[in-house]
Nanobody
Framework: VQLQASGGGLVQAGGSLRLSCAASGRTFSSYTVGWFRQAPGKEREFVASIRFSTGLTYYADSVKGRFTISRDNAKNTVYVQMNSLKPEDTAYYYC?????????????????WGQGTLVTVSS
């Protein structure tokens, strides 16, 4: 499975961005798809995940109510809509997937990773 993450950029605090994670090589099917982020000097942290087959979602407390993860079955793509962005949301964002048990909040459980896309939120 190859994952292509996109949609990062520079935005002011309070603004919005939508990240995309497109898969090739196979469909997400029954996989769990997760988004993680890593800021400079910090460990990679869980952001959100979705069970692709059912649409069930799970969020880190730090983004709950501001981020929304969704999927498009036809496009084999997972999105994360990020609203009310804060400077502390600045990080490289990565999508990942594997045939693991939902919600998949641990990075080490994922088998396939996309390249990071940088989100920078200015104050």
């Amino acid at each position: 499975v190859q994952l292509q993450a996109s949609g990062g950029g520079l935005v002011q605090a309070g603004g919005s961005l939508r990240l995309s994670c497109a898969a090739s090589g196979r469909t997400f099917s029954s996989y769990t798809v997760g988004w993680f982020r890593q800021a400079p000097g910090k460990e990679r942290e869980f952001v959100a995940s979705i069970r692709f087959s059912t649409g069930l979602t799970y969020y880190a407390d730090s983004v709950k109510g501001r981020f929304t993860i969704s999927r498009d079955n036809a496009k084999n793509t997972v999105y994360v809509q990020m609203n009310s962005l804060k400077p502390e949301d600045t990080a490289y964002y990565y999508c990942a997937t594997a045939g693991i048990r939902f919600p998949g909040g641990t990075a080490s459980a994922y088998e396939y990773w996309g390249q990071g896309t940088l989100v920078t939120v200015s104050s």
